[in-house]
């Protein structure tokens, strides 16, 4: 009974004109946001999902648009350097002048699959321990095999823990959580790190298949020779082209122009030689009219 009157007294004390134009503020601030925030930067638009997916940078655009500043405590810390186990829970606040508007919690371990494995195009020889043999989005053939060296990513553990708090603490102003998910907001990290750190040979790169649109399996190597308008298209002009592929086609297109580099100074070469043997044949044929 008493919960029922203390829910009742809420009621009859709200102010519903307050809350309806407070209503009317939140839709307005969140549609700020979203004109002021840029696709593929601040947010990223993932296939099956329904809601974009919050970067970084657009957490850090937001609390400059309200004027917010986040602070961060520890809520738990386990550093195990001889099992090589880190995990960090990480509690996140967002102050205005001095006072807390929001808090978000986020945590990350070595044990999530993105940091306990790696995969490789080939096993070490002084590897010990599982491996499975696997296919990737793009064709790719991997060994997944536990990784060597967890320790040396501490950092990158403390960081993405600290990142999720702060993006969960975000997207509860102005109810950004209508708008924008958090589910994968670390994929952009994964995606710019395995083009940025992962070594491709032209063979590698040839053999990569697409994973969409019209062509969708066929390698690149023969999708070059078919459509090179549509390659040139996805490397250059494309801003939403999977980083990897577009990695692959400046492999191939490098190349292609050396190809072709080439063969024009070969031609030049070979001119050069036609003209200097022509130029030895017409002076031995050449009669001096004035010789006895």
């Given at each position: 009974?008493?919960?029922?009157?203390?829910?009742?007294?809420?009621?009859?004390?709200?102010?519903?004109?307050?809350?309806?134009?407070?209503?009317?503020?939140?839709?307005?601030?969140?549609?700020?946001?979203?004109?002021?925030?840029?696709?593929?930067?601040?947010?990223?638009?993932?296939?099956?999902?329904?809601?974009?997916?919050?970067?970084?940078?657009?957490?850090?655009?937001?609390?400059?648009?309200?004027?917010?500043?986040?602070?961060?405590?520890?809520?738990?810390?386990?550093?195990?350097?001889?099992?090589?186990?880190?995990?960090?829970?990480?509690?996140c606040?967002?102050?205005?002048?001095?006072?807390?508007?929001?808090?978000?919690?986020?945590?990350?371990?070595?044990?999530e699959?993105?940091?306990?494995?790696?995969?490789?195009?080939?096993?070490?020889?002084?590897?010990?321990?599982?491996?499975?043999?696997?296919?990737?989005?793009?064709?790719?053939?991997?060994?997944?095999?536990?990784?060597?060296?967890?320790?040396?990513?501490?950092?990158?553990?403390?960081?993405?823990?600290?990142?999720?708090?702060?993006?969960?603490?975000?997207?509860?102003?102005?109810?950004?959580?209508?708008?924008?998910t958090?589910?994968?907001?670390?994929?952009g990290?994964?995606?710019?790190?395995?083009?940025?750190?992962?070594?491709?040979?032209?063979?590698?790169?040839?053999?990569?298949?697409?994973?969409?649109?019209?062509?969708?399996?066929?390698?690149?190597?023969?999708?070059?020779?078919?459509?090179?308008?549509?390659?040139?298209?996805?490397?250059?002009?494309?801003?939403?082209?999977?980083?990897?592929?577009?990695?692959a086609?400046?492999?191939i297109?490098?190349?292609?122009?050396?190809?072709?580099?080439?063969?024009?100074?070969?031609?030049?070469?070979?001119l050069?030689?036609?003209?200097?043997?022509?130029?030895?044949?017409?002076?031995?044929?050449?009669?001096?009219?004035?010789?006895?």
């Amino acid at each position: 009974m008493s919960n029922e009157v203390n829910a009742l007294s809420i009621i009859e004390t709200v102010d519903i004109d307050n809350i309806s134009t407070t209503m009317n503020k939140i839709a307005q601030m969140q549609l700020v946001v979203q004109k002021t925030l840029k696709e593929g930067h601040d947010f990223g638009e993932v296939p099956g999902t329904n809601k974009p997916t919050l970067l970084k940078p657009g957490g850090e655009k937001i609390c400059m648009l309200f004027g917010l500043n986040p602070e961060y405590d520890f809520l738990q810390i386990v550093e195990d350097y001889d099992k090589e186990f880190f995990s960090y829970n990480i509690r996140c606040t967002l102050y205005r002048n001095g006072q807390p508007v929001a808090q978000g919690v986020g945590s990350c371990n070595s044990k999530e699959k993105k940091y306990r494995f790696i995969n490789v195009d080939a096993i070490p020889s002084t590897y010990v321990g599982p491996s499975e043999e696997i296919t990737d989005k793009y064709g790719r053939t991997k060994y997944k095999i536990n990784n060597p060296d967890i320790c040396s990513l501490v950092n990158t553990i403390l960081k993405m823990a600290k990142k999720r708090a702060f993006i969960d603490a975000v997207l509860q102003v102005a109810s950004l959580s209508e708008v924008f998910t958090q589910d994968l907001e670390d994929m952009g990290d994964l995606l710019q790190q395995e083009n940025e750190n992962s070594v491709m040979t032209l063979e590698q790169a040839t053999a990569i298949k697409l994973n969409f649109g019209k062509y969708k399996g066929l390698k690149l190597g023969d999708l070059v020779k078919q459509d090179p308008q549509y390659c040139d298209w996805l490397y250059s002009k494309n801003e939403k082209t999977d980083p990897v592929i577009k990695k692959a086609l400046g492999i191939i297109l490098d190349e292609i122009t050396k190809a072709k580099e080439k063969k024009t100074d070969a031609m030049f070469d070979k001119l050069k030689e036609e003209k200097t043997e022509n130029e030895i044949k017409e002076e031995e044929e050449y009669q001096d009219p004035f010789k006895e």
